[in-house]
């Protein structure tokens, strides 16, 4: 699954993993992923791709996912794992879920490939992780996402 992963979602994802060791964790989770796409979405390369809806600022999502982290405790790692720089990380099974329903998406779509666009609709289809709490409790409206990104990818 993960050798499907573009360049793009492959950075969303190293992303994802330096989030993890800021948190102190060795488990990457939805809310990791969320990070890594609100930091790639961020990026004045791909500031023009993130959905309008998704207009989030890193630092709010951040305080978000710890104070929510706090609460929840982790789920279980799997066994898929993900390697960056020698360092390897391990998802929650919600993450690795969150993977899965990348790849049908966009197989759906018909694309060879998963690019952060996937990702985000894969977390927001996955809808009970962290990652979705945390976007919830921003206000984000899940449903206009998931519609603007199907949108922009035509």
């Known amino acids: 699954m993960l050798e499907r992963l573009s360049d793009r979602a492959g950075e969303v994802l190293e992303s994802a993993q330096r989030e993890v060791r800021r948190l102190n964790e060795n488990v990457i989770g939805t809310e990791h992923i969320l ?62 879920k969150l993977l899965e329903l990348s790849v049908d998406e966009a197989r759906q779509l018909g694309r060879g490939f998963i690019a952060p666009e996937h990702l985000l ?12 709490q945390v976007l919830v409790s921003l206000g984000v ?13 035509g």
Not at 121 to 132: A, D, N, Q, S, T
């Open 141 to 153: 409206d899940l449903s206009e996402v998931r519609q603007e990104v199907l949108s922009q990818l």
């Open 121 to 132: 609709l894969g977390l927001v289809r996955e809808g009970e992780g962290i990652g979705v």
């Open 35 to 96: 990070l890594g796409l609100v930091e790639y979405y961020s990026t004045s390369r791909f500031v023009d791709r993130a959905p309008e809806s998704l207009k989030v600022s890193i630092e709010s999502v951040r305080e978000e996912v710890e104070k929510t982290i706090g609460r929840a405790g982790r789920s279980p790692a799997g066994v898929l794992t993900f390697r960056y720089h020698h360092e390897e990380s391990y998802f929650t099974q919600r993450a690795e």
